[in-house]
């Protein structure tokens, strides 16, 4: 009878919204405890050992690690392009008065990160790269920890964070794609939008088959790593031409969605986090965070997210082109944009795209940890505090 009930405690867990954000948190824990032991040798052996196929023309042959940021990746953000393309369809980006204020609150929210990082470090050559770092928000995150506060917050403020961190992971996708990629091999990636089109094509011929659709992806995902441009835009290639409507029923898109989430949720972020936050923590690294790398990647992402996102929705509200989301207040969209700052996974991404040096990715690594951590806790707390003095002020006035 107590295993049954253990079983059912455990399913209920993984239902909840907030499971995936622990998995992930307790692997960097993990991660963390793995690196700063004897351990951490012989896992780092495994996964930087080579394997795949290698021959004349077909060259497949990488660390597990590679096969980890570059292959696994792809369906993490194969997830979020049929995320994105749902919520364009049908969500909360599907008109423009539901998408005004995430869209411009997430542009706010990573073009002041992305400022304060480029003025504290353009005169570095060494760390001038890594602008894009603070930009992203991690949505699994930052949707754990205001999910804690359970009805405390208004429902409509968790759809506006969410509507918020995919539209920042659209952004975070263009800059990947745009300035962290390598030289161009114009045959490969001319290849790859010949397959993107025949797959627009057999979306406009009614076919719903998802294997149609995934096959080709796997060629495609194939051309653009050889193209210089990072493989994991792959998975937003094929999102997009996935079919969807705007009705009740079940999609190809949403189909394909639903069998994505758990697996990506629960394996492939927790064993990214875990393979890329194998951080030995020493003086150097340490050092790092008073660096002017270090600096960037922390008020980037506490204090630039924060006022960005604030500033720009403010803005708009006062010339009156949006308006805040239902039952919010000013101080609870200050926190949620504190919760912007949950970095995390994409920001960890970028670090490892960003620099040759292996001190500095576990310097940005580092950073990226601290500021997350502290954006979280800042973020609950200012949101659990607005909403209980509010919960004070309506009882005060009913008495």
């Known amino acids: 009878m107590s295993k049954l009930i253990n079983l059912t405690v455990f399913r209920e867990f993984l239902k909840s919204s907030f499971a995936g954000g622990i998995i992930l948190f307790s692997c960097v824990i993990l991660a963390l405890i793995v690196a700063n032991t004897s351990l951490y040798t012989p896992v780092m052996d495994f996964l930087m050992r080579e394997v795949g196929v290698e021959t004349d023309h077909i060259h497949l042959k990488y660390s597990w690690l590679l096969w980890l940021n570059d292959g696994l990746m792809a369906i993490f953000f194969l997830l979020v392009g049929l995320e994105i393309k749902r919520e364009i369809v049908e969500g ?11 869209i411009l609150a997430a542009v706010g929210g990573a073009l002041l ?57 659209l952004l975070a996708i263009l800059v ?24 627009i094509l057999l979306n406009k011929l ?26 994991t835009i792959a998975g937003i290639l094929v999102a997009m031409t996935l079919p969807t409507t705007p009705d009740d029923q079940e999609s190809p898109l949403e189909k394909l969605e639903h069998m994505l989430t758990k697996p990506v949720n629960f394996l492939i972020i927790p064993l990214f986090a875990f393979a890329n936050t194998l951080i030995p923590i020493h003086a150097e690294m340490l050092g790092g965070l008073t660096s002017t790398l270090g600096i960037g990647i922390i008020v980037g992402l506490i204090a630039g997210k924060s006022i ?54 576990e310097e940005a690594k580092f950073a990226v940890l601290v500021a997350s951590l502290c954006a979280g806790i800042l973020g609950y ?12 002020a309506n009882a005060g006035i009913i008495r």
């Open 92 to 102: 909360e980006l599907s008109s423009p008065s539901k998408a005004i204020l995430p």
């Open 113 to 169: 990160p992305a400022l304060i990082y480029f003025l504290l470090n353009k005169d570095q050559e060494a760390t001038a790269h890594g602008w894009g770092i603070p930009m992203a928000t991690d949505i699994a995150f930052a949707l754990a920890v205001i999910t804690l506060l359970g009805n405390r917050v208004p429902a409509s403020l968790k759809i506006f964070l969410a509507a918020l961190a995919i539209v920042d992971d």
């Open 176 to 199: 990947i794609a745009l300035f962290y990629s390598n030289g161009v091999h114009a045959t490969y990636l001319f290849i790859a939008l010949g397959i993107f089109i025949f797959l």
């Open 206 to 231: 009614g076919v719903k088959a998802l294997w149609a659709y995934l096959v080709p992806g796997l060629f495609i995902w194939y051309f653009i790593h050889h193209s210089g441009i990072h493989a």
């Open 308 to 361: 960005g996102i604030f500033l720009i929705c403010f803005v708009a509200k006062q010339l009156k082109i949006a308006k805040l989301p239902e039952g919010a207040n000013w101080k609870q969209l200050f926190g949620v944009g504190l919760l912007g700052g949950i970095g995390f996974t994409m920001s960890i991404f970028i670090s490892i795209l960003s620099f040759d040096d292996a001190l500095l990715v």
């Open 381 to 392: 707390t200012l949101l659990r505090l607005s909403t209980e003095s509010d919960h004070a």
